[in-house]
């Protein structure tokens, strides 16, 4: 049987963003996209997919999930059979940023969480592209299927989430690196220093992308997540 692959996805999106990615690579292999919910840091978040995950597996995450799949590898690097991090940051929050998540959380918890995602996040998520507006409208809708409760998890979750530069550096696996060349939030100068970090990785840099390649461009997402899967021995 294939190598079962876990995709982890971003902060307040679920399955849906890899949609793309599922269809192409769920013939040949078992997909699984673990939600990040049921605890409100990076540490616990990891335990709870590991503790439900197949014994050995291959890791993607995009953005807060390239972040919790970072402290997967933390944890139990010796289940982790290849990784892909993609439009994500090792480092942690900065202080910059932990500042705005107070009056985020505030919002949300009195109701107006899709008055946040409206006019501080999304904006900010994506390049000009044909799909742009489709994209955002599929992204408000798996916020607002998760609820204000899962964004104040999760914001707390990556307010507080440790450095992962050492983690980076002692793993040794098939790693693939990949953002959007037009990326706000993660951009490509992060993936550069994880590259650099794991120097067996590849570094794929993606065109007429922001921070969710894997709906603005599909077709070169997945081709270079295959590649990936393909590099992993067994």
Known sequence: MSLPVLLLPGMMCDARLFGPQIAALEPDR??????????????????????????????????????????????????????????????????????????????????RMAEVMRDEMKPNYLTDGPNRQDILDLCMDMAIGLGAEVFVDQSLALRDRPDQSETLRGYKGPALVLCGIDDALCPVSRHKLMHDLMPQSTLTIINGAGHLPTLEQPDETTNALRNWLDSIPG
């Open 30 to 111: 078992p997909v699984a996209v673990p939600m990040l919910t049921g605890a409100d840091t990076v540490e616990g978040l990891a335990a709870r997919i590991l503790s439900e995950a197949p014994e050995r597996f291959a890791l993607g995450g995009l953005s807060m999930g390239g972040i919790v799949a970072m402290e997967i590898l933390s944890q139990a690097a010796d289940r982790v059979a290849g990784i892909a991090l993609m439009d994500t940051n090792p480092l942690a929050e900065m202080d910059a940023v932990k500042a705005r998540r107070a009056p985020q959380i505030t919002k949300a918890q009195a109701g």
